[in-house]
């Protein structure tokens, strides 16, 4: 990937899926089957979120992985050809998200797996990749919208698990391998084990920063390593990277007191409230400001949007972009943020003040917390 240190556009930041910033705004269709949910629904939420993030100058958006409601539910047919049904929709969306030069991306849930030792498995995850796929196409998306995947699981042999996903991407059509990604995770395959499988494919590798440090047993060089990711895309296409910012406080643990254990401490109660350290896979609800101009320092004349996956979400970057522009202004002119947008900045960042929550599910890709793969 050659270097450049001036982008034809400024280097993007985004977040994933749920808005927090606007409590109204819903990412999909939830309802039920009974209720016949669609994609159509859906997209008229998301449009909504398009409106809102081009409000505040939010440029890159991870698509809710349930766009399209039971689109590949192998017992309910009657939502099979809804991508299709929806395609003057998604036509319109694409455009949208054009016209506000919005960068969009899916990343499928943990349990779709091109490495499982099971084919109905592979098969049903190949069908998942290409119903969303052919949203994006439907969509007239660039090629810089991708999906992200991992490697999977590595039940009981990790070479050979490694080699299967191999098998299971030459099984995919050529529209899900056009925009397929792999993603070094934090805790079965690491960033050698997506360049192994990279020289092997062609496939585009998304470098992921915290899960460069949970889990490089190789001992790769950060810089090296992230050059070598981003020098695999394709000629033309703009690579984009994940951050975030590991949990630091004490996780509370509910635990069940034995009779034993109750009668020693002179107690009826049967749980308990306990502290524990906290696991370093886990992401934290905000990125961490000096981490991230450390990393941005270290990766100077390197060219990638950011996929920013602290769990308060768009509320993250809200906060991200002010501290950028106090504390490394260097690094926030890299993403077009420069002193004359300090006061919209601050009106951003004195909003939160009135208090958000932050997202207590796991993310799809919080290896420690979604283990699904095994």
């Not at 034809?8 to 819903?26: E, H, T, W, Y």
């Not at 490694?162 to 059509?173: D, K, L, S």
């Not at 308060?312 to 490394?328: N, V």
């Amino acid at each position: 990937m050659a270097e450049s240190t001036t982008p034809a556009r400024p280097l993007r930041l985004g977040f994933p899926v749920k808005v927090m910033g606007k409590s109204d705004l819903k990412s999909n269709d939830t309802r039920r089957w009974q209720k016949n949910p669609h994609l159509k629904c859906s997209l008229e939420h998301v449009s909504q979120i398009l409106d809102y993030l081009h409000a505040h100058q939010l440029d890159m958006y991870r698509l809710s992985s349930d766009l399209a409601p039971y689109a590949t539910h192998p017992d309910l047919p009657q939502f099979h050809n809804q991508v299709a049904e929806s395609e003057a929709e998604l036509r319109a969306f694409g455009a949208k998200a054009r016209e506000y030069d919005m960068r969009l991306s899916f990343h499928p849930s943990q349990y779709v797996l091109l490495n499982s030792p099971d084919p109905k498995l592979t098969e049903k995850s190949i069908w998942d990749l290409s119903s969303q796929a052919e949203m994006l196409d439907r969509m007239e998306c660039g090629p810089e919208a991708v999906m992200v995947t991992h490697v999977g699981g590595v039940y009981g042999d990790h070479e050979a698990s490694r080699a299967r996903w191999i098998e299971g991407w030459e099984q995919c059509p050529k529209h899900v391998r056009r925009r397929l990604v792999l993603e070094n995770d934090d805790i079965r395959f690491s960033a050698a084990d997506a360049l192994w499988i990279h020289e092997r494919t062609g496939v585009p590798l998304i470098f992921d920063y915290q899960h460069f440090w949970c889990l490089n047993p190789e001992r790769l060089d950060i810089r090296d390593t992230l050059e070598r990711f981003l020098a695999s895309w394709p000629q033309g296409v703009r690579p984009k990277i994940h951050f975030s910012s590991p949990r630091t406080e004490l996780r509370e643990i509910k635990q069940k007191l034995t009779d034993k254990q109750r009668a020693a401490a002179g107690t009826k109660a049967r749980i308990r409230t306990v502290l524990r350290p906290p696991i370093w896979t886990g992401h934290s609800d905000f990125t961490n400001p000096f981490e991230f101009a450390t990393f941005m320092r270290m990766a100077q004349g390197l060219e990638f949007d950011v996929m920013m996956e602290g769990k308060s979400k768009d509320i993250s970057l809200l906060k991200l972009r002010p501290d950028l522009l106090r504390f490394a202004p260097d690094v926030a002119a890299r993403f077009g943020i420069h002193a004359e947008d300090a006061d919209a900045l601050a009106r951003d960042e004195a909003a939160l003040e009135s208090g958000v929550n932050a997202e207590e599910a796991p993310d799809v890709d919080e290896g420690a917390q979604a283990l699904a793969a095994e």
